[in-house]
C-alpha cells in the first residue's frame, strides 16, 4: 500500500512559493508492534504551519529538510496493532500533510463525538482552535462580565470561539476581520457587538468609537499596525493574551511594532505570549466546556473545508492574506 505526502524541500524566504514542498509517494511500511494506521480525513492548516517551515526561533524544532510537513490531523484508524486502538476509532493529533499516517500514539488522541454536530466541527472546535481560545482567553485573558474584549481575525478558527466565550462571560466583544462578510457574520451569527472591517475602516478610529472607555482584554493573534492601534487603547490592568502575529509570518526582515514598555508599566498591563500545548495536561477541561456550549446552542463554528490533499499548498496561502473564512481544513478522504 502507498501513502500520499507533502515533503519540505527548501524553507520559504517570504511567501510560501512553488517547490518549496513536493508531494512525493512512497510504499508504506509494515506496522510494528505498537503502531496503528491513520487513515487522514481532515488536515488542519494553521498560522504556524508557516513558523515550523523556518528555522526561526520556535516552540518546537523546525521541520527538516526532506521531511513530511507537520500538521494537526483526524482521522480513521484502518489497521492496528497497538492495544486499545481499535480499527475504526477517530483520532486527532499531531501528524503530517499527508493520506495515511503511521504512528505509535505519540500527541494522538481519541477524539469524541457528539451527537448532532459533524466531524469537522467537532475536530475543527474541540482538538486545536478551541483549547487555544479557551485557555487564552480565560486563563490570560481572565475576561469579567462587563469588560470589553478586542479579538483580531475574528472571523477565523480561534477568533470566533473567543468571542462567543467572551460573550458568555458577559464581556462587550469587538472583532477586527477583513471585508464585510466576515463583520457582518461574527455580529449576525455569532452574537459580537460590533466587527471592525480593517480592510475598509480605520481600526484606531472605530475603536474609539466603539469602545470609548477603553479595552480591558485585547486576543491578539494579528501583530503590526493593527496590533498597535489595540494596544494604545487598552485600560489600567489590561490583559493581552498574545497568540499570534501573522502579519509578519512571511517578512523576510521582520519588524517588530514599539514595545509600549512605558504604556505597559503605567496601565499595568499582563501580556503573555501563548501556545495551546501549554496546557495540553488540561485539555479535557477545555473539551467538556466547550462541547457543553455546543451542546446547548451557546458556541458556534464554522469550517472552512477544502478538498484534496493535493491542494493543501496553494491553500495554506490563503491564511496569510485572510482569503479563509473560519477554521481552515483539507478534506483528505470522506468522513
Not at 463525538?113 to 459533524?118: D, F
Request: aromatic share 8%; glycine share 14%.
Amino acid at each position: 500500500m502507498n501513502r500520499t505526502y507533502w515533503k519540505l524541500v527548501r524553507r520559504p524566504v517570504g511567501d510560501i512559493a512553488p517547490g518549496d514542498l513536493e508531494l512525493v509517494t512512497e510504499a508504506l511500511p509494515e506496522l510494528a508492534e505498537g503502531q496503528f494506521l491513520l487513515q487522514v480525513i481532515y488536515l488542519s492548516l494553521d498560522p504556524t504551519n508557516r513558523i515550523w517551515m523556518s528555522d526561526m526561533e520556535q516552540y518546537m524544532p523546525p521541520v527538516a529538510l526532506g521531511a513530511p510537513m507537520r500538521a494537526g490531523v483526524c482521522g480513521r484508524v484502518i489497521a492496528s496493532r497497538k492495544a486499545g486502538v481499535s480499527e475504526g476509532q477517530i483520532m486527532a493529533g499531531l501528524g503530517e500533510w499527508a493520506d495515511h499516517i503511521v504512528s505509535d500514539g505519540s500527541f494522538m488522541s481519541p477524539l469524541p463525538q457528539l451527537p448532532g454536530v459533524p466531524l469537522a466541527a467537532t475536530y475543527g472546535t474541540l482538538a486545536l482552535v478551541g483549547p487555544t481560545a479557551y485557555f487564552g482567553l480565560m486563563d490570560i485573558g481572565q475576561p469579567k462580565a462587563g469588560e470589553t474584549l478586542v479579538v483580531s481575525a475574528a472571523a477565523g478558527g480561534v477568533g470566533q470561539i473567543v468571542g462567543q466565550i467572551g460573550k458568555i462571560k458577559g464581556c462587550k466583544v469587538i472583532g477586527i476581520a477583513g471585508g464585510r462578510a466576515k463583520c457582518d457574520y461574527v455580529v449576525n451569527e455569532l452574537g459580537f457587538d460590533a466587527a471592525i472591517d480593517y480592510k475598509a475602516e480605520d481600526v484606531g478610529a472605530a475603536l474609539d468609537r466603539l469602545a470609548p472607555e477603553g479595552v480591558d482584554i485585547n486576543f491578539e493573534q494579528v501583530g503590526g499596525s493593527i496590533m498597535v492601534e489595540v494596544l494604545k487603547r487598552m485600560r489600567i490592568f489590561g490583559r493581552v493574551p498574545l497568540c499570534g502575529l501573522i502579519s509578519s509570518y512571511n517578512d523576510v526582515t521582520p519588524t517588530e511594532p514599539p514595545g509600549f514598555w512605558t504604556m505597559m508599566l503605567m496601565r499595568r498591563l499582563t501580556v503573555r505570549g501563548f501556545i495551546v500545548t501549554d496546557f495540553a495536561p488540561r485539555f479535557g477541561e477545555s473539551g467538556a466546556a466547550l462541547a457543553g456550549w455546543m451542546m446547548g446552542g451557546q458556541l458556534k463554528t464554522r469550517q472552512d473545508i477544502r478538498p484534496g490533499l493535493e491542494n493543501a499548498l496553494e491553500t495554506v496561502k490563503e491564511l496569510y492574506s485572510g482569503g479563509n473564512f473560519g477554521k481552515l481544513l483539507i478534506e483528505v478522504s470522506a468522513p
